[in-house]
């Protein structure tokens, strides 16, 4: 299921450093988020949050 929002920082993150932009995506599980994984994903992702517990549904 894909999600997105608006980016309400606006143009903050380009003139602050320490903020970083990138792709965050939302692992169904640790468990699938090996070697091989991180690999084959590096380039498409920048953020990883492994969902714990059920995926809500819409």
Known sequence: MLTSW???FGD???THDGVHCGLHVSSPS???ENR???VQHTASY???DPEIGPTPRP
Do not use: P, Q, S, T
């Open 36 to 38: 091989d994984w991180l």
């Open 6 to 8: 608006d980016n309400f």
């Open 30 to 32: 640790i468990l699938l």
């Open 46 to 48: 920048a953020f990883v």
């Open 12 to 14: 903050y993150a380009e």
